[in-house]
């Protein structure tokens, strides 16, 4: 389909034409988006703010594109918009008191000062001394930034890293309590996180090795909880049951992976 055939499809069916865009521009968006994330994760999750957007107001952006216009340069745009947002967006505003809870009184306000309030690293000594009688060097703020983000890995892959360890043959598509597992709530994680860092460094190597589509399914279902029904609907599957097979396959892959530490 060309690209006025394209543009064309979004005027008479915009969900069609979604599909279509999707189909053609998938691999270009992605390249787009490496130009400005190197992480896999920040690079797929970016994706699905992108196929979100697209689809809001049902597909009003495309409904709305101009005949004459060109596809790729307001792809261009409409990713940098989605990598800055990216960027602004404060990445500790959800995270869990499970991890809170774990940091000294001076790591919490290197946490604040960097993470939710962007101070460069290097001024951040100089602040936790100044206004909270701390002290602070600079070798202090790399620890703690360096203990911060090991605790938020950790916390981000605790429920796929609990499906893998089940003894079972399929991962729950709908709720993990299908497979006998409870959503894993902060009681039940380990003492010492450290336990699972090796294993969340195995992994995240085993995910990097999955193509872009499958690191996506992953991505949806045990980053973001996302149903079946949602994701097929993101990932625009015929039906859900499409995303139940596959995501067995992708688990029992990782899973083999993770077999010496599991």
């Not at 959800?94 to 101070?119: A, C, G």
């Not at 703690?144 to 892959?157: F, G, P, Q, V, Y």
Request: glycine fraction near 2%.
């Amino acid at each position: 389909m060309t690209d006025t055939a394209l543009i064309q499809q979004f005027k008479v069916d915009p969900s069609r034409g979604y599909a279509a865009l999707l189909d053609h521009y998938t691999p270009i968006i992605l390249r787009m988006i490496r130009r400005f994330l190197s992480d896999p994760d920040e690079v797929m999750e970016t994706y699905t703010a992108i196929c979100e957007r697209l689809q809001n107001e049902n597909f009003k952006a495309l409904r709305e594109f101009r005949i004459n216009s060109e596809l790729t340069p307001w792809l261009s745009v409409v990713v940098a918009n989605a990598c800055r947002d990216r960027f602004r967006k404060n990445r500790a505003t959800s995270t869990p008191r499970s991890v809170l809870d774990q940091l000294t009184e001076r790591e919490q306000k290197v946490f604040k000062y960097y993470y939710q309030d962007h101070i460069p690293q290097s001024e951040i000594p100089d602040i936790i001394h100044g206004q909270n009688q701390l002290t602070c060097t600079s070798v202090d703020v790399n620890q703690a930034i360096t203990k911060i983000d090991s605790l938020l890995s950790i916390n981000k892959r605790w429920h796929l890293l609990a499906a893998l360890r089940a003894n079972k043959p399929a991962v729950s598509l709908e709720d993990l309590e299908a497979v006998g597992l409870s959503p894993v709530s902060d009681m039940e994680r380990p003492d010492n996180v450290k336990d699972d860092e090796e294993r969340v460094t195995r992994l995240n190597l085993a995910v990097e090795e999955l193509d872009p589509e499958d690191q996506l399914l992953i991505l949806l279902r045990f980053d973001h909880g996302m149903r079946a029904e949602q994701i097929a609907k993101v990932m625009h599957y015929e039906n859900h049951k499409y995303v139940y097979t596959r995501l067995r396959t992708i688990v029992n892959r990782l899973r083999r992976s993770m077999t010496p530490v599991s």
